[in-house]
């Protein structure tokens, strides 16, 4: 048996935050968490692991989530940059229409019961 590598990757900080978006999502899609944090090595290795596919980024609305976003738009340009409401500060936390809304405007499937 093979394994289908899933075309859409998406970065987030924790492990809550990968527990929501798959809660929401409608389809396959590799979820990595960074655990807040990423050493250069790590981002390197996720860089060429990555290559060719399409990495969306999505981190909290707070002061860690952007250093770790500046991170990736300076050693990783090419990947998609999505953003929750600063309101709900946290991915983990937001409402699951709004998660939803913010992954179906990358054009990443989300269960309908959501919008």
Known sequence: MSVVEVEKVLIVEGKSDKEKVLSVVNEPIEIIC???TISLAKLDELIDELF???VYI???AD???ERLRKQFKREFPEAS???IDKTY???ATAPDYHIAAVLLSANIDVNAKFL
């Open 34 to 36: 960074t655990n807040g």
């Open 52 to 54: 060719l596919r399409d």
């Open 58 to 60: 999505l981190v909290d």
């Open 63 to 65: 002061r860690a989530g």
């Open 81 to 83: 940059h999505l953003y």
């Open 89 to 91: 500060r946290e991915v």
